[in-house]
């Protein structure tokens, strides 16, 4: 099955540093990703989508001054937190479209996520 | 008024019971309904994937979809402690561009805890 590896699980940094968060599809190639963000007991809301050699596409109220998004190549997203700090803290979840099985459906597989912290 | 509304729980079920996990929404746009299983710091990961009305059954899993209600449902059969976690529902609206796949609305998550 599709599999979307990111890295780093866990980011632990200080006020004002920068972060940056890859996601990699290891088994298919993804024109497109995707950025979440998750708040503790609270659902995902997308930041941005990641397009393939072209410029990300935010979604209304995500700076994308302050998160920086990189597609060099069909399997590589990065999200880069700069200047971070504490109200940054949260989940990042990483995603990439893929079709699957013979229905046809296109559907989104998950990263495992990066929990950041910002001190 | 939130998209999707999906009482977020917690859901305290022993083990063999039956689980029925809802969601309601408002745009009738929504076309695509999901189901995701996402345990406790990791990534959702995709159970149950449906466009049209009516019932999907994987294993002991089953997805209904009533779209003249806007009401979705996921059930789960004789439930295992494995199946504890929290369960999101998702849906998105058809667009034939490929961008579109990633606007997933989701729901808040029911947490589920499935005791022996």
């Known amino acids: 099955g599709a599999v979307v590896s990111q890295h780093p699980s866990r980011v632990i940094c200080k006020s004002g540093t920068s972060v940056k968060i890859e996601c990699r599809s290891l088994?298919?190639?993804?024109?497109?990703m995707f950025w979440y963000r998750q708040f503790p007991k609270q659902s995902l809301m997308l930041m941005a989508t990641s397009n393939e050699g072209s410029k990300a596409t935010y979604e209304q109220g995500v700076e994308k001054d302050k998160f920086l998004i990189n597609h060099a190549s069909l399997t590589l997203s990065t999200l880069t937190v700069t200047s971070a700090h504490p109200e940054d803290s949260s989940f990042y979840i990483c995603?990439?479209?893929?079709?699957?099985?013979?229905?046809?459906?296109?559907?989104?597989?998950f990263g495992a996520g990066s929990r950041l912290t910002v001190l | 008024q939130k998209e999707v509304e999906q009482d977020p729980g917690p859901l305290s079920v022993p083990e063999g019971a039956i689980v029925s996990l809802n969601c309601t929404y408002s745009n009738s746009a929504f076309q695509y309904f999901m189901w995701y299983r996402q345990y406790s710091r990791k990534g959702p990961e995709l159970l149950m994937y449906t466009y049209s009305s009516g019932n999907k059954e994987d294993g002991r899993f089953t997805a209904q979809v009533d779209k003249s209600s806007k009401y979705i449902s996921l059930f789960i059969r004789d439930s295992q402690p494995s199946d504890s976690a929290t369960y999101l529902c998702?849906?998105?609206?058809?667009?034939?561009?490929?961008?579109?796949?990633?606007?997933?609305?989701f729901g808040q998550g029911t947490i589920l805890t499935v005791h022996p």
């Open positions: 995603s990439a479209r893929h079709h699957r099985g013979i229905s046809g459906a296109n559907v989104l597989t």
């Open positions: 998702a849906m998105r609206a058809f667009n034939a561009g490929g961008t579109s796949y990633g606007k997933l609305t």
């Open positions: 088994d298919f190639q993804a024109t497109t």
